[in-house]
């Protein structure tokens, strides 16, 4: 018997990488658990975010556009992703500037420049940050500044839950994988640890909620840059140092924060989604 093929698209950002499938014709049967089998890196595609796109209702929004971790979870935020899919999305329509919906609401995006083997530098607005307790959430009231957590990281959503650590020595980052499901967070949390290098510049590594220790966070560093300049030790605008390279964060008198960095295709393929377990 033979199967129909599904076509995606595997991105990265700074070696964050994803697989997109695109759902506008019609949706497949994508549970958690076929997502988890898929983003597999030994039996699966491999990906540390599984990335959908289907019709939006707002007439503003080119896409509505869904992230889902490697254990299956659904995220609300993915900043890296989101430069991949306005590249893709430029490319299709032809233009640098897009609007696309999330979980968190409409993001707008610039194509900033292209070259000819697939790489774009893309800005996407990634909205405002929120840092009410329960915005976060975290399951009790606390201070957001200054969580009630060995080291005091500070907490904010960037439409998913960051905590973030303000260390000397990046070794701390271990710390990761007890942090994420500390109770504190009820929906578990995406774990930062920056390192301040200059008022402008920071080193940060990010344990992320649902997929571990990733060579770059978007949204984890959106986070920091915000978390940061609420403590009074780094500018609005930084250039955030992450294992795969650099991005620059940008939060602005609009409260905005507006992320800019490479988008990059690495490969098209198909897949038979009915050979991964539902
Ligand atoms: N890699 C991401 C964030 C992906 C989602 C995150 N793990 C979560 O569960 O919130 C990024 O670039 O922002």
């Known amino acids: 018997m033979s199967h129909m093929k599904t076509f995606f698209h595997k991105m990265h950002g700074l070696g964050n990488d994803f697989v997109i499938i695109d759902e506008r014709s019609g949706s497949f049967d994508l549970t958690p658990t076929r997502i988890a089998s898929l983003a597999g890196r030994r039996r699966g595609i491999g990906c540390d975010q599984f990335v959908t796109l289907s019709a939006s209702s707002d007439d503003k929004a080119a896409v509505f556009v869904r992230f889902f971790n490697p254990d299956g979870s659904e995220a609300g935020a993915c900043g890296n992703a989101s430069r991949c899919v306005a590249s893709l999305l430029g490319q299709e329509r032809d233009t640098d500037s897009l609007t696309f919906e999330t979980r968190n609401g409409l993001l707008k995006a610039e194509v900033l420049s292209r070259d000819a083997l697939g790489g774009a530098v893309v800005t996407v607005d990634m909205g405002c940050p929120q840092t009410d307790w329960q915005a976060?959430?975290?399951?009790?009231?606390?201070?957001?500044?200054?969580?009630p957590l060995a080291g005091e990281p500070a907490a904010l959503s960037m439409g998913n839950p960051h905590a973030t650590f303000f260390v000397e020595d990046l070794s701390e980052a271990e710390r990761g994988p007890t942090l994420e499901v500390d109770p504190i967070f009820p929906d578990r949390a995406n774990i930062g640890f920056a390192r301040i290098d200059a008022p402008d510049r920071m080193r940060l590594r990010v344990w992320?909620?649902?997929?571990?220790?990733?060579?770059?966070?978007?949204?984890?560093?959106c986070a920091a840059v915000v978390n940061a300049a609420r403590r009074g030790l780094g500018e609005r605008r930084m250039t955030v140092e992450v294992d795969g390279g650099e991005m620059v964060i940008a939060w602005d008198a609009n409260d905005h924060v507006l992320m800019t960095g490479p988008a990059q295709l690495a490969f098209e393929g198909t897949v038979d989604l009915e050979a991964y377990p539902k």
């Open 136 to 147: 976060v959430p975290l399951a009790k009231p606390a201070d957001t500044l200054r969580l």
């Open 208 to 221: 992320e909620r649902g997929a571990g220790f990733t060579l770059a966070c978007g949204s984890g560093a």
